[in-house]
């Protein structure tokens, strides 16, 4: 088996960072699930670059679909339990939510518009009750929550801080 190359980590994570600025371009108002900050494609690159780190000494890390390979992960001690849990509740929030867009607009689609009415119809779609807050708050407060807590994973792994740590073990 051919050496992990020790650019590995940094050249994901610069490829991450293109692929946010120029695919997704969110703004204030405007969010991408897929490519945008804390989106899937944070949890997936994640798993697939632990994936390669880590596979040669672990065969059942070699599956295809993200949520088994992050149970995978957890099983070998390779993701904490912590992590593990938000990045596979975070996953499969997002993942409901762009299984939600496709259906509403009848097409594929990963982005969405922070127009209060806009979100305010997505968000009840996606059950989120009227009370105690205001479903289209709710929503978005569960959205950045979200996508904050998987960002700070994907850092902690990924980010030039990571440099300094040991993510080999």
Same mark, same amino acid.
């Given at each position: *088996? =051919?050496?992990?190359?020790?650019?590995?980590?940094?050249?994901?994570? %610069?490829?991450?960072?293109?692929? +946010?600025?120029?695919?997704?371009?969110?703004?204030?108002?405007? $969010?991408?699930?897929?490519?945008?900050?804390?989106?899937?494609?944070?949890?997936? $690159?994640?798993? /697939?670059?632990?994936?390669?780190?880590?596979?040669? /000494?672990? #065969? +059942?890390? !070699?599956?295809?679909?993200?949520?088994?390979?992050?149970?995978? @992960? +957890? /099983?070998?001690?390779?993701?904490? $339990?912590?992590?593990?849990?938000? @990045?596979?509740?975070?996953?499969? &929030?997002?993942? !409901?939510?762009?299984? =939600?867009?496709?259906?509403?607009?009848?097409?594929?689609?990963? *982005?969405?518009?922070?127009? %209060?009415?806009?979100? *305010? =119809? @997505?968000? !009840?779609r996606l059950g989120y009750?009227?009370?105690?807050?205001?479903?289209?708050?709710? &929503? @978005?407060?569960?959205?950045?929550?979200?996508?904050?807590?998987? %960002?700070?994973?994907?850092? %902690?792994?990924?980010? #030039? *801080?990571?440099?300094?740590?040991?993510?080999?073990?």
């Open positions: *088996e =051919k050496p992990v190359p020790d650019t590995l980590r940094s050249e994901i994570y %610069r490829l991450r960072g293109r692929m +946010e600025s120029e695919i997704a371009k969110e703004s204030a108002d405007h $969010f991408n699930i897929k490519t945008g900050r804390g989106g899937m494609v944070d949890v997936e $690159f994640l798993a /697939q670059y632990l994936q390669i780190l880590h596979g040669g /000494q672990h #065969p +059942e890390l !070699r599956c295809a679909n993200t949520l088994d390979l992050l149970d995978a @992960l +957890e /099983q070998k001690g390779i993701l904490s $339990f912590a992590d593990h849990a938000e @990045l596979s509740t975070g996953y499969a &929030f997002l993942r !409901r939510l762009e299984n =939600k867009l496709r259906l509403v607009h009848d097409q594929s689609i990963s *982005e969405l518009s922070g127009d %209060r009415t806009y979100l *305010e =119809k @997505l968000a !009840r009750p009227e009370r105690p807050m205001r479903p289209d708050q709710a &929503f @978005l407060a569960d959205y950045r929550n979200t996508t904050e807590k998987i %960002r700070a994973i994907f850092e %902690r792994f990924l980010g #030039p *801080e990571a440099d300094t740590k040991s993510s080999d073990s």
